[in-house]
């Protein structure tokens, strides 16, 4: 079976750390670069993360620059989320896509024009509640 699984979202104090995994079974990852999303509540799915396949490029938004860290173990199938010195402005649940392209990653879900920009495989999401 083709899916993608997150886990390591729970609930952590302001200024506490998280590691998410996005973990494939049933495709090689290490073909496609991976993509984190975030959406909190009553919001929009906002790109977050996301490192290429062939070299490892990596991008941040500028709401993580800094305090989050992508990384992938093409060996273990796994692509991983370091989230430090986390806000409560993080709370949502994450989400991790892949996309088979050659060249780089990319966290945009539409074009300026309305075009939605598609990703082979989603996952099905974890929560992530930061909060005192």
């Known amino acids: 079976q083709v899916q993608l699984v997150e886990s390591g979202g729970g609930l952590v104090q302001p200024g506490g750390s998280l590691r998410l995994s996005c973990a494939a079974s049933?495709?090689?990852?290490?073909?496609?670069?991976i993509s984190w999303f975030r959406q909190a509540p009553g919001k929009e799915r906002e790109g977050v993360s996301c490192?290429?396949?062939?070299?490892?490029?990596?991008y941040y938004a500028d709401s993580v620059l800094g305090r989050f860290t992508i990384s992938r173990d093409n060996a273990k199938n796994t692509v991983y989320l370091q989230m430090n010195s986390l806000k409560p402005e993080d709370t949502a649940v994450y989400f991790c896509?892949?996309?088979?392209?050659?060249?780089?990653?990319?966290?945009?879900?539409?074009?300026?024009?309305?075009?939605?920009?598609?990703?082979?495989?989603w996952g099905q999401g974890t929560q992530v509640t930061v909060s005192s």
């Open positions: 896509a892949a996309q088979e392209v050659l060249w780089g990653c990319t966290v945009v879900l539409s074009t300026p024009n309305g075009a939605t920009i598609t990703y082979d495989y």
């Open positions: 049933g495709f090689t990852l290490g073909y496609y670069a």
């Open positions: 490192i290429s396949s062939s070299d490892g490029n990596t």
